[in-house]
């Protein structure tokens, strides 16, 4: 085997780390303005003038590189994400997400077996054991063996000779996210949208990447709920909204129904207790001001009905307020689901470690 050598280049290893660092700071700032192009490349130019970033760094190469790579395109409306952009976006939230894992000691840990469910046929193989299921045995490649053991063609198979496919559990689920857009999650100047978006954006890219038979529906819930494509999710941002959570847990739970998966379930992240609904005839009733018993009974009602169809909430809370926990406990109690309290920079280390754990245990 030859191996070649060349000169390491120090100035081409300069150049792509600064391109991969500029790319996440892009990134970073694509999410925080709502997928607006124009503007993150504008403040970008504005963080170099006030000496954040290297006065050395040519901001107009790295534009161009972006329309290069099919990254950006000039549209009718200015420069935009291509749908190669919005795929690297969510594959960089991910890569985000499971890098702080294996940082933290989290990752993608095996497990002694999984959950129930059908099983899919793998192409790897390897010998019959005890107890496998005599439908994966491979017979071309276990008469093979036989005359390979034997020397001869009369197919004398015995245990030794025989092998199986190997199969994976497809436990398949389907999964409701829900993500608070109400006024507060940018409010006191704390931004809680944009790590809410990272995560959903990465559960979207583990899903159609690793589990493209699951389902994954995003709905955001302010003073109405409404679906949004994956897509879509970098454009999407907060507005003057209260926090509507049963028009959210009900538009889920109805979107889950209609799926055939044998696993559903609902996660929730949210920062603000339920201050709207709206009710059977129509009217609107908010209360911003503590826990108002007429929302968050009308709010626990739609827990309940999950619990009876099956659906188990899981809560991430990203603030300490008080009413908020109240309501949660509450919340998770009727419906025998799970809440946790995290914090923005390890939200979704805990969302995704929470779904993979529920997914390995699905039955």
Not at 206 to 230: H, Q, W
Request: glycine share 6%; aromatic share 8%; charged share 30%.
């Amino acid at each position: 085997m030859k191996i070649l050598y060349s000169d390491w280049d120090a100035a081409l290893a300069k150049e792509v780390r600064q391109y991969a660092g500029l790319k996440d700071l892009f990134n970073h700032l694509l999410l925080q303005l709502d997928g607006d192009v124009d503007r993150a490349l504008k403040a970008m130019r504005q963080l170099q003038r006030m000496g954040y970033l290297d006065q050395d760094l040519d901001l107009d190469d790295f534009e161009r590189r972006l329309m290069d790579d099919s990254i950006i395109e000039v549209s009718p409306k200015g420069k935009a994400l291509t749908r190669k952009g919005e795929r690297l976006l969510r594959r960089n939230a991910l890569e985000k997400v499971f890098g702080a894992l294996r940082s933290a000691g989290r990752g993608n840990h095996a497990v002694p077996q999984e959950g129930g469910g059908a099983s899919e046929i793998l192409p790897e193989k390897r010998s019959y054991r005890f107890g496998d299921d005599t439908a994966h045995i491979d017979f071309t490649g276990s008469l093979f063996n036989s005359v390979a053991r034997t020397a001869n063609l009369e197919m004398m198979l015995s245990e030794e000779d025989l092998e199986v496919y190997e199969t994976e559990k497809t436990t398949s689920t389907a999964t409701a996210l829900l993500l608070d857009v109400s006024h507060s999650m940018i409010l006191y100047g704390e931004d809680r949208i944009t790590p809410a978006k990272q995560v959903a954006m990465a559960i979207a890219e583990l899903i159609t990447t690793k589990y493209p038979k699951d389902f994954l529906t995003v709905i955001l819930f302010g003073d109405f709920a409404r679906e949004v494509k994956i897509e879509d999710l970098p454009y999407c941002g907060v507005g003057p909204y209260h926090t509507n959570t049963k028009a959210g847990l009900q538009m889920a739970r109805q979107i889950l129904l209609t799926r055939k998966h044998p696993n559903k379930q609902i996660i929730m992240i949210t920062d603000g207790k339920p201050s709207m609904i709206r009710k059977d005839n129509g009217q609107i009733y908010k209360n911003p001001i503590g826990l108002d018993p007429v929302i968050v009974n009308r709010t626990l009602d739609e827990a309940v009905i999950c619990r009876k169809k099956r659906i188990p909430i899981t809560t991430f809370m990203v603030t300490e307020d008080p009413y908020l926990r109240q309501f949660v406990e509450q919340l998770t109690e009727l419906n025998h689901g799970q809440a946790y309290f995290s914090s923005l920079d390890r939200l979704g280390e805990f969302v995704i470690s929470d779904f993979l754990n529920k997914r390995r245990g699905a039955k």
